[in-house]
């Protein structure tokens, strides 16, 4: 992919940002889609050409020209009650993937997740041909799981798309889950859900951006693919190794699921019938992507696409120490 140019949408965000520095430092020429002039700046001290766009706008087409592929990794993650994620990540997408149409993209990844899948009921080793949930937990993965289908519908209609599903993703320099687990535990609001032993797959960053590798080089267009940094370890022990890198303790208390589970549905309860007046402390996207278990089975990925971590989950935490260190 040295001598491909490749345009990355949410080119400031964590995922955005590695991918982009991924590919620079392979040598291709990257382009990053960001809002502001100073996400562009930063986007150029990473490698890459920065553009300022909105992925609501309908005139993307002239940015991506001359584009060989095209990596949406843009989305709102807002789990929120009411939260405007559907409308940003359905209707972005859609807006994304047609001026990548008419910009004649060769090559498109959308950067997917398992909040697709979401409902609040546990997910064991789900593979691909599981089925969207009729209740979707939150805005954010019914926004996310509608994506996924303007994607395959684009590229049923021509286009080559290849959906990838991460879950959990975690590495260095992480402005996302880990400054969240940190405020928490270092505020004491954070609490194990009914002990936190239920399992949950991850994925490095390094392993995201190695699988979008094989991904342009392998997947087939209209397929999803599954991803994990291997076999999936207790959410407990992974958020404690999280915390106790940072130098931070692990909180000793915990919640009864069931309790937790009936204060994010009074609160959702209490938002619509306010009319959004009033909302609780508590999603439902919230408790269904930490509270219950999520594991993936990524036997798609491993068989079509050649996928195996490149960075161990030992490994990563060595280096979320070092960047500690320094």
């Not at 140019?5 to 955005?16: K, L």
């Not at 402005?175 to 969240?180: D, I, M, N, Q, Y």
């Not at 106790?244 to 309860?269: D, F, H, W, Y």
Request: with cysteine; charged share 20%.
């Amino acid at each position: 992919m040295s001598e491909a140019c490749i345009f990355v949408t949410g080119a400031a965000g964590y995922v955005g940002r590695n991918l982009l520095r991924h590919f620079s430092a392979r040598g291709s020429r990257t382009t990053g889609l960001v809002r502001n002039i100073e996400a562009a700046e930063r986007v150029r001290g990473w490698g890459g050409q920065a553009v300022l766009g909105d992925i609501m706008k309908t005139d993307l087409a002239p940015l991506m020209a001359g584009s060989d592929v095209l990596i949406h990794a843009a989305a709102s993650t807002d789990h929120g009650i009411g939260s405007d994620a559907y409308r940003l990540n359905a209707e972005g997408t859609r807006c994304v993937l047609e001026a990548a149409r008419q910009a004649g993209v060769g090559r498109i990844i959308l950067i997917s997740t398992d909040s697709v899948l979401q409902s609040g009921r546990p997910l064991r080793n789900v593979d691909e041909t599981a089925p969207y949930p009729r209740r979707p937990a939150g805005a954010y993965g019914a926004g996310k799981a509608e994506a996924e289908r303007i994607a395959r519908r684009a590229a049923a209609e021509g286009q080559h798309i290849v959906i990838l599903r991460p879950r959990m993703v975690w590495g260095r320099d992480d402005t996302t889950a880990l400054p969240v687990l940190l405020s928490a535990a270092r505020s004491g609001q954070l609490a194990w859900i009914s002990g936190g032993t239920y399992l949950s797959s991850t994925l490095h960053v390094a392993n995201l951006c190695h699988a979008v590798d094989l991904a342009l080089e392998r997947g087939q267009s209209g397929e999803i693919y599954h991803l994990s940094d291997g076999p999936a370890r207790p959410f407990r022990e992974t958020v404690t190794c999280l915390l106790e890198s940072q130098g931070v303790a692990p909180p000793t208390k915990t919640v009864p699921r069931g309790i937790l589970m009936s204060v994010a549905r009074a609160g959702e309860a209490a938002y619509r019938l306010s009319g959004g007046r009033l909302r609780g402390p508590l999603s439902m996207q919230d408790f269904s992507t930490s509270g219950v278990e999520i594991t993936l089975d990524t036997g798609k990925a491993e068989c079509e696409l050649g996928y195996a971590p490149v960075m161990s989950w030992e490994r990563g935490l060595e280096e979320l120490r070092a960047v500690r260190g320094n």
